[in-house]
C-alpha cells in the first residue's frame, strides 16, 4: 500500500515538473530563448570591458522604423531591424567624429530620435506588427522557421566570435596597441557593431528590444564581479545566461508571467546576490592584506 502511494506521489510530482515540456509553444519558447541566451552572453563580455553597453541599448531602441519599414516592403524584418541598428551605429560614429560631442550625448540623440520615427510611422501606417510584441518580445508566440532565422544569426555571431576572437580582444583591450600590431582597427570595430545588431535582432522575437539590453549586459557583468580571467569570464556568463533564460522560462510557467521579464527579474537577482558576494569577498581580502601587513610592522620592530 505504501508502495503504491509512494509511485503515485512520485508520478504526480515528475507530471508536474515535466508538464512544461509537453507543450510545443513552450518547447519552442526553450529552445528560442537558449540560442539567444548564446550570442547575448559571449557578446555582453566584449561589451562590459569595452563600455559599449550604451551602444546596445541605443542600437536597440533604433530597430523599430527598421521593422515597420520591413513590413511595409514585405521583406523580413530581421533584414529591416539589422540595417537601422547599422545605420543608428554608423550615424552615432560619424556624428561623434564630426563633432565636440561625447559618444554617450550622441547616441541617445540619435536612439531616440530613430525611436521617434518608428512611433510615428507605426502610427501612419496601418501595420500587422504589434508594438508590445518588438518591445517586449513574444517568446510564447514564435514558430519554428523564426527559431530556424535566430539559429543561423546566432551561429554566425559565434562562427566570427570564433575566428576572430583573439583579434577583438586586443582591440577591446587596448585599440592603440591592435592597430601598432597591424590590425584592421576599422574592420574590427564595424564588426563588432555588426556582431551587436545581428545579436539584437535575434533577440528580437524572444525578449523585445527593451529587455534585450538586460541580456546584452548583465551576464558579462555578473561574470567580471566573479573572475579576472578573459575565458572563465566567457564561460561564467554564457552558464549564467543559459541558467537564467532556462528557469526564466520555466518558472514563468507556473508564475503565469510573461517569459521575457521573469528571465530579466533572474538576471538582476543574480547580479545583486552576486555583487554583495563579492563585495563582501573584497572586504575579507582587504582586511587579510591590512592584518599581515600589521604583522610585518610588528615583525620588524
Not at 173 to 182: L, N, P, S, T, V
Not at 249 to 259: E, G, I, N, T
Amino acid at each position: 500500500m505504501m508502495v503504491t502511494l509512494f509511485d503515485t506521489l512520485s508520478e504526480t510530482i515528475l507530471n508536474v515538473v515535466l508538464e512544461p515540456f509537453s507543450f510545443t509553444f513552450m518547447q519552442q519558447a526553450f529552445v528560442i530563448v537558449i540560442l539567444v541566451a548564446i550570442p547575448t552572453a559571449l557578446l555582453s563580455c566584449f561589451l562590459v570591458l569595452k563600455g559599449w553597453s550604451l551602444m546596445g541599448d541605443a542600437i536597440s531602441h533604433s530597430v523599430l522604423p527598421g521593422v515597420v519599414i520591413a513590413y511595409v516592403l514585405a521583406i523580413p524584418y530581421a533584414i529591416g531591424a539589422f540595417v537601422a541598428g547599422m545605420f543608428c551605429a554608423l550615424a552615432t560614429g560619424f556624428i561623434k567624429d564630426n563633432s565636440r560631442l561625447k559618444e554617450d550625448t550622441v547616441m541617445g540623440v540619435v536612439f531616440s530620435g530613430m525611436f521617434g520615427l518608428g512611433l510615428v510611422l507605426m502610427t501612419k501606417i496601418e501595420t500587422g506588427v504589434h508594438l508590445d510584441h518588438i518591445l517586449f518580445g513574444d517568446v510564447l508566440g514564435v514558430t519554428w522557421h523564426d527559431i530556424l532565422e535566430v539559429g543561423i544569426i546566432a551561429f554566425l555571431v559565434v562562427a566570427f566570435m570564433l575566428i576572430k576572437g583573439k583579434d577583438l580582444l586586443v582591440f577591446v583591450f587596448d585599440h592603440q596597441h591592435a592597430k601598432a600590431i597591424g590590425l584592421s582597427t576599422t574592420v574590427l570595430h564595424y564588426g563588432l557593431l555588426s556582431l551587436l545588431s545581428l545579436t539584437i535582432v535575434c533577440a528580437l522575437k524572444a525578449v523585445g528590444m527593451i529587455l534585450v539590453i538586460a541580456m546584452l549586459i548583465a551576464p558579462g557583468a555578473i561574470a567580471f564581479l566573479l573572475t579576472s580571467k578573459f575565458k572563465n569570464m566567457l564561460l561564467v556568463a554564457l552558464l549564467i545566461s543559459l541558467l537564467t533564460s532556462f528557469f526564466g522560462v520555466y518558472l514563468s510557467f507556473y508564475l503565469d508571467s510573461a517569459p521575457a521579464p521573469t528571465i530579466i527579474m533572474l538576471l538582476s537577482m543574480t547580479f545583486i546576490l552576486v555583487f554583495i558576494y563579492s563585495s563582501y569577498q573584497a572586504k575579507v581580502t582587504a582586511s587579510k592584506y591590512l592584518r599581515s601587513d600589521e604583522v610585518g610592522e610588528l615583525s620588524c620592530l
